[in-house]
């Protein structure tokens, strides 16, 4: 360029250093030829042009922070949020598209600022209050993983999270069949199109999938829609970046100011500060539905746990409170129960094989001894007086049945003190299947419309160890004392009638609703009133009930063919090839469900 190199005299090409306000940092030409201001450097702060574009101290780019008013608003990435613990404070912007971290995000319009004018689907601000109000009291103690401010308005819900309301209105609105299912429609194209097709990023959407996954399965028995609906959200809680502990300070300080490798740069330049960051208790209580969501599904269907590593313990620390009694501590409690159904499954595995080569040993019985001590340990801080001490009960008398079972797939010992272990733990297993059951049918039919998913595959794998602990031959077994100790027959039948009345129940609070409120119901057609979940789990009992029956009088049917059931029944094989024990964990050859 014919420039020479010698040294100015009048002209000087650099300058000496000065230490200005920022007012006064000159502007720099970025690499699209504008004009923009440089950002000055205080220390804590790391600035920089790298790979994910020039950021400044609140992470959002140049460009976003000079849009105009109608440009979209972006939300932060959730491990970059101030600490809070309502949703109300979390909430910030409708869910953003943030496709990759290496490219350029694009953004899309974003929803009006003021409040929508309808919630939707034909309800009223009114009835939308009333769900809200709902789920936050009578819902969430039975998944505390999504919580609501005891402040927040539908209307926010909506215009911040919409998949959230959407799953809320289906929970916690008492609507009728008809409605359900045009809004379980609407949520399952929703999560397509937000998550799948624009990839949009963002805690409401994340909460909504967990509500939708809890609540509005009733297939769950199924390894097939809640299971891909489950390994997404988990997957997207991976993307969300709430999954894992943020870097340290140090951590942060290695990468930006003396990367490895291209990787390492790469993270350097994203970071915007080297301060301490954490996730909110509002993520931390996501990730750990997550968890107990793919832990739930793992021991379903016979899969490895998954409720393991520091950060979740460390997120249960930072959430429950000595003090404080609430929905943390409900989740805590929760967390901790699956802890020790993973561990039965791990340390007390079922043996596949079935010709009678394992036998039980003195080991195994010290092993669920060890496990029993645990869980009378979790149990034991559990005041009678607690809103939710029924749940407890329920929940520590299933895992006594996870726990004790596995005795009644193993031979018989030589050993006699082993036989009489044996003996005892099966005998264990029966009165905690009783205990269970007690509880269960004391809770009123009205309870029942709470509950998540959990609680029906808790009862269902109890009614599978029972009629083993009833039917299954092992000497020393005394089959009759067992059978007197716990009526089957009986049990089923009051459980079917208790889903046979929430049938009853839950028509008369959406025709109660609708008066309530002035909308108009869509009638339900004989497809909705036939793939009821309360109408199938009822058919399922029932033939459970008659195939129990069967093998009890021995008559002339085939062993593992019920008698006719009384009525209509839905859950009616198509072919002979049918097996009605193919679902969740009867279909698990580990469990060795055959008599």
């Avoid at 199924?222 to 997404?232: A, N």
């Avoid at 009759?480 to 609070?509: C, H, K, V, W, Y």
Wanted: with cysteine; hydrophobic share 40%; glycine share 6%.
């Amino acid at each position: 360029m014919n420039i020479t190199c010698a040294p100015q005299t009048t002209k000087s090409l650099r300058r000496p250093r000065q230490v200005k306000p920022e007012s006064a940092v000159p502007a720099k030409r970025g690499q699209d030829g504008h004009f923009t201001k440089r950002q000055p450097s205080y220390g804590h702060v790391i600035i920089g042009l790298g790979p994910f574009g020039f950021q400044s101290e609140n992470g959002a780019s140049t460009e976003s922070r000079t849009s105009s008013p109608a440009s979209p608003r972006r939300e932060s990435p959730p491990r970059n949020a101030p600490t809070t613990t309502t949703l109300t404070d979390s909430i910030r912007a409708p869910e953003s598209v943030n496709v990759s971290p290496c490219r350029p995000p694009q953004l899309l319009p974003a929803l009006p600022t003021n409040k929508p004018s309808q919630p939707g689907f034909g309800l009223t601000w009114s009835q939308a209050e009333q769900a809200v109000y709902d789920f936050r009291t009578k819902f969430t103690p039975f998944f505390p993983f999504v919580v609501l401010d005891p402040d927040v308005s539908a209307q926010t819900i909506l215009s911040k999270k919409p998949l959230l309301f959407r799953a809320i209105m289906l929970v916690a609105a008492q609507l009728n069949l008809a409605k359900q299912r045009e809004i379980t429609r609407s949520i399952l194209a929703y999560i397509g199109h937000r998550i799948l097709l624009l990839e949009e990023r963002g805690l409401g959407l994340l909460q909504g999938l967990m509500v939708f996954i809890a609540w509005c399965e009733p297939d769950f028995y199924w390894d097939q829609r809640i299971t891909s609906l489950t390994y997404l959200a988990m997957g997207y809680a991976h993307n969300l970046a709430i999954t894992r502990p943020p870097p340290t300070m140090q951590q942060k300080l290695l990468l930006a100011i003396n990367p490895k490798d291209v990787k390492e740069a790469m993270l350097g330049h994203s970071f915007n500060t080297v301060l301490e960051e954490s996730h909110t208790p509002e993520e931390q209580r996501a990730f750990l539905g997550c968890q107990y969501l793919l832990s739930m599904n793992s021991s379903q269907f016979g899969r490895d746990g998954v409720l393991k590593g520091d950060y979740v313990n460390h997120c249960l620390n930072s959430l429950v409170r000595p003090t404080d009694f609430g929905a943390d501590f409900i989740l805590d409690k929760m967390i901790r129960f699956q802890q020790i159904v993973e561990q039965i499954s791990e340390k007390l595995a079922v043996p596949s094989n079935v010709d009678g080569t394992r036998v039980f040993t003195i080991s195994m019985s010290n092993e669920m001894q060890s496990i029993r001590n645990q869980l009378d340990q979790l149990f034991a801080n559990m005041a009678r007086e607690h809103r939710q001490f029924v749940l407890f009960w329920a929940m520590h008398n299933c895992v006594l049945v996870r726990l004790y079972l596995p005795a009644s797939n193993l031979s018989r010992p030589t050993d006699e003190v082993a036989a009489h272990h044996q003996q005892q733990c099966m005998l264990y297993c029966l009165q905690a299947a009783r205990s269970f059951f007690a509880t269960v049918l004391s809770m009123g039919q009205e309870a029942f419309l709470f509950r998540t998913f959990a609680s029906f595959s808790d009862m269902l794998f109890v009614l599978v160890a029972a009629s083993r602990l009833l039917l299954v031959e092992i000497e020393g077994w005394d089959l009759e004392a067992a059978r007197q100790t716990l009526d089957l027959p009986a049990t089923l039948q009051g459980l079917i009638s208790i889903f046979r009345s929430m049938i009853t129940l839950r028509n008369q609070r959406a025709a109660e609703a609708a008066a309530t409120f002035g909308v108009d119901l869509t009638p339900d057609t004989s497809d909705d009133e036939k793939n009821d979940r309360f109408s199938r789990y009822a058919a399922k009992l029932e033939w459970i009930k008659n195939w129990f029956e069967a093998q009890l009088s021995r008559g002339p049917g085939v062993l593992g063919e019920p008698h006719p059931c009384s009525g209509p029944s839905n859950w009616a094989p198509e072919n002979q090839a049918w097996n009605p024990f193919m679902f969740g964990f009867l279909g698990d050859p580990n469990w060795n469900i055959e008599f």
